[in-house]
């Protein structure tokens, strides 16, 4: 079948692709569809993450262990339960059903070469960072685990919509294979249809220096960067308004994705109001910081609020600018929200983390990284160890949950400095409610590799990482070895990585901290 681009109507097809994390609606193409809606262009939003990870669920299998006879017997009610906030308050039941559902979606992908998981999407011999296996994936849709949803799928939403082009967001490693199974297949069945492929991982291909596209033939057009004035280009339109519109979720199944109401999440600003850190990708990346005006973000996200009703709000920025977040306690959304946020001297403030709790933060994700000042002066994080020490005793007092973000093996780092930050976890487990343990990746743009011995990471022209040899001779494997050996046996953090979500991680954190504060406010 040849497509007719010359008699369908000006719409668009926003597809966000699998796999990642189905616990919300997609960010990206929301945004999109928002810009869309105020100059009048009809799109069609897809979430084809959240319907693939469920028919994947949902494939007949026939279990040979004990473990996937339970799990698939106890499906449905497991897909219930991630839905019950009763199940937010008991950690063991909530790993137990995380478990069973993974269970069934690794058994379920397991006859097609590869590691299918609520969170993540590996083939055993095919490599996302290689554009020829990308490719080889759009030759060969039907080896994709996610192709009898999608084969049926896209074609009726196409033949039915008639849409001028398809928008992949392609946002993940994770989603790449899949997303270019999808283009391959929609190339083979609407040849004349036009592919539009963006996000942020396909802005960070386009920014390394050594960019070349690969997907001609296939991809019709490429985006970097903020997406919204380049597809308005795409479908022939001109800008009305530089007027930032609030994103819009019609259309998309609010209610089945994996978490216990609407988790709504919204975008303030592009880019960091930092971007002074070293090593950072955002800057690597030349990604300009574009805020929207806090007040008017404030009064989308309470627009937002009593449209969809969440039950939380997830504030996605790489980091939530003072100015906004004053905005944010003196004028509450009217439903409790997390987000990422820089350590500053604001957060040792009683008052002011108070005032953030009654404007219904539940939790704040902190980049500490490292405990040894030397090092967080040398990557230029803007903060110190003390206040740091700080602002989590001060916000864990005002009932705040903290998400601490830890990162060995910069440049900068000693063994001796990676024990500094064992030692300040330890002295702060009652104040540190998450932890994510990381092990550090040179980007490939970053300013400061020229002046590091560098070499070959990941064999693939599409990698993001280039592996450095460390000045200090605190290489990777004895970095892991540390983390593995003694950072995650010490007590303290055992204590605090018990109660880390599996798969879900950040995503479901501040579930747990609202689910606790709901069965309290119950009892009275």
């Known amino acids: 079948m040849v497509y007719n681009q010359r008699t369908v109507l000006p ?28 100059h009048g ?10 319907e693939g990870t469920l028919d994947l669920l949902h494939r007949p ?61 590996q083939h055993e011999t095919l490599s996302p960072i290689r554009s020829g296996d990308l490719l080889w994936s759009a030759e060969h849709p039907e080896d994709d685990p996610f192709h009898p949803y999608f084969s049926l799928r896209l074609r009726t939403i196409v033949e039915e919509t008639s849409p001028r082009a398809v ?15 999808m283009a391959g297949f929609l190339k083979r069945a609407f040849p004349g249809l036009r ?8 802005t960070s291909w386009v920014r390394n220096p050594g960019w070349k596209n690969p997907f001609c033939g296939l991809v019709d057009d490429i985006v970097d960067g903020p997406g919204e004035y380049p597809l308005l280009k795409i479908l022939g339109k001109s800008p009305i ?92 959304p009217g439903a409790p929200w997390y987000g990422f946020a820089r350590i500053t001297r604001g957060l040792t403030d009683p008052d002011y983390a108070l005032a953030l709790r009654r404007s219904g933060c539940v939790m704040l994700k902190l980049g500490l990284e490292s405990a040894d000042q030397h090092v967080l002066d040398s990557m230029r994080k803007g903060h110190d160890v003390e206040t740091a020490r700080s602002a989590l005793r001060v916000l864990k007092k005002a009932g705040i949950a903290t998400y601490v973000y830890l990162l060995f093996g910069t440049p900068q780092e000693t063994e001796e400095s990676a024990r500094k930050t064992l030692a ?20 490939v743009g970053s300013a400061e590799a020229p002046e590091l011995q560098t070499e070959a990471f990941y064999d693939g022209d599409l ?33 605090i990585l018990k109660h880390h979500p599996p798969f879900f991680t950040s995503n479901h954190a501040p579930l747990f901290h609202l689910a606790r504060a709901r069965k309290r406010d119950a009892r009275f």
């Open 11 to 38: 719409t668009v097809l926003l597809i966000h692709p699998p796999l990642a994390k189905a616990c919300e609606p997609p960010a990206g193409v929301a945004k999109l569809a928002g810009f869309l809606r105020q």
């Open 41 to 50: 262009v009809g799109y069609h939003l897809l979430d084809a993450n959240l």
């Open 61 to 121: 299998l026939e279990p040979a262990d004990t473990w996937t006879k339970r799990a698939v017997r106890n499906l449905e009610r497991n897909l219930s339960a991630v839905q019950d906030w009763n199940v937010y308050c008991n950690y063991d039941r909530y790993r137990r059903v995380v478990a069973d559902l993974n269970r069934v979606l690794s058994v379920s992908g397991e006859k097609y070469h590869g590691r299918v998981s609520l969170s993540d999407f």
């Open 167 to 181: 928008g992949f967001s392609l946002a993940y490693l994770s989603q790449a294979l899949s997303t270019f199974a």
């Open 195 to 202: 592919l539009v492929l963006g996000g942020g991982l396909v």
């Open 241 to 332: 308004s530089c007027q930032h519109t609030a994103p819009r979720f019609s259309g998309l199944p609010m209610d089945e994705y994996l978490g216990p109401g609407p988790i709504v999440p919204y975008a303030t600003a592009s880019g960091c109001y930092w971007g002074q850190c070293s090593f950072c990708p955002e800057r690597a990346e030349g990604n300009q910081y574009c805020p929207i005006a806090p007040d008017h973000a404030v009064e989308q996200l309470r627009n937002l609020t009593v449209e969809y009703k969440p039950a939380l709000l997830h504030l996605v920025d790489n980091a939530l600018s003072p100015v906004l977040m004053n905005s944010i306690a003196t004028q509450p």
């Open 424 to 443: 300040f976890v330890a002295e702060e487990v009652e104040s540190i409610d998450f932890l994510n343990v990381a092990l550090f990746n040179l980007p």
């Open 463 to 495: 990698s993001l990482y280039i592996d450095f040899r460390h000045p200090n001779g605190w290489d990777r494997k004895r970095v892991r070895r540390f983390i593995d050996s003694e950072f995650k046996r010490h007590l303290a953090v055992q204590e």
